[in-house]
């Protein structure tokens, strides 16, 4: 079970991280709430494009000017999967096929199987793993599996890097936009780390408790009930009342 977020590390300044969190799914949900008990690894870091890229790319990229955001949202996300095709590397794909022989803390050797889970992240990363356009027509990436769309993103590559195309031309988009996919090929999908490897980033994305509910919608409701009561009592009483509910 894996799970992501990047997030700024002060609160001033623009110092930020992108880390990527493993834990095992097997394990009781009461041993993985524990906080001390080491229960989530960190794995690894996706990095950032670092500032000097851009100096780089407008050096060499005559659209530059013109295309620049473009370029940058498309090596992001290249930059992305990269990471995960370091991951997933040979050995990591024979554990995954033919198993991996672990003496466990019983004392007993284990042939286990690794197998992707869950992975838990926000919208935006969300949009990344699923190599599909940030709020397009086809929005969701839980809901959008064509097994042709593999075909389109190659085309739209194929006119990115040999025809020397627009990420954002028409060309591009005339391929791409009806699924709401992006030219950048999905390691998810790739490396076949599931029987059915079209469906994969629909089935490993889940609901994302922490931004959907607890930062979402919720808080957005919770705040809301509260002020009804500051309106039914001016004083407060009733938001007092609700406090100690939750202090018993």
């Not at 025809?163 to 996919?181: F, H, P, Q, Y």
């Not at 998810?188 to 994305?205: G, I, Q």
Request: proline share 5%.
């Amino acid at each position: 079970m894996i799970s992501s977020d990047a997030t700024h590390l002060t609160n001033f300044g623009t110092a930020k991280a992108w880390p990527i969190y493993l834990m095992l799914g097997n394990l009781s949900k009461y041993f993985c709430a524990l906080p001390n008990l080491g229960t989530m690894y960190h794995l690894a870091y996706i990095p950032l494009l670092p500032d000097s890229f851009q100096d780089i790319a407008s050096m060499v990229h005559t659209k530059w000017d013109t295309q620049k955001k473009g370029i940058l949202t498309h090596c992001q996300r290249e930059l992305m999967h990269a990471v995960w095709n370091f991951l997933f590397d040979d050995d990591f794909l024979y554990a995954c096929q033919y198993g991996m022989i672990i003496k466990c803390v019983n004392g007993v050797e284990h042939c286990v199987y690794p197998c992707l889970f869950t992975y838990s992240a926000d919208y935006p990363e969300k949009v990344l793993l699923a190599t599909i356009c940030d709020k397009g027509i086809c929005p969701c990436p839980c809901c959008l599996v064509h097994k042709f769309v593999a075909d389109k993103v190659n085309t739209a590559r194929h006119f990115i890097y040999n025809l020397g195309l627009s990420i954002t031309s028409e060309r591009v988009n005339m391929i791409l936009k009806d699924t709401s996919a992006v030219p950048t090929n999905n390691v998810f999908v790739n490396k076949k780390l599931h029987r059915e490897p079209e469906t994969l980033p629909a089935r490993m994305l889940v609901v994302n408790l922490l931004h959907k509910f607890e930062l979402g919608v919720w808080k957005a409701i919770y705040k809301h009930l509260i002020g009804i009561l500051y309106v039914a009592a001016p004083h407060g009483n009733l938001v007092a009342d609700l406090d100690h509910c939750y202090v018993i």
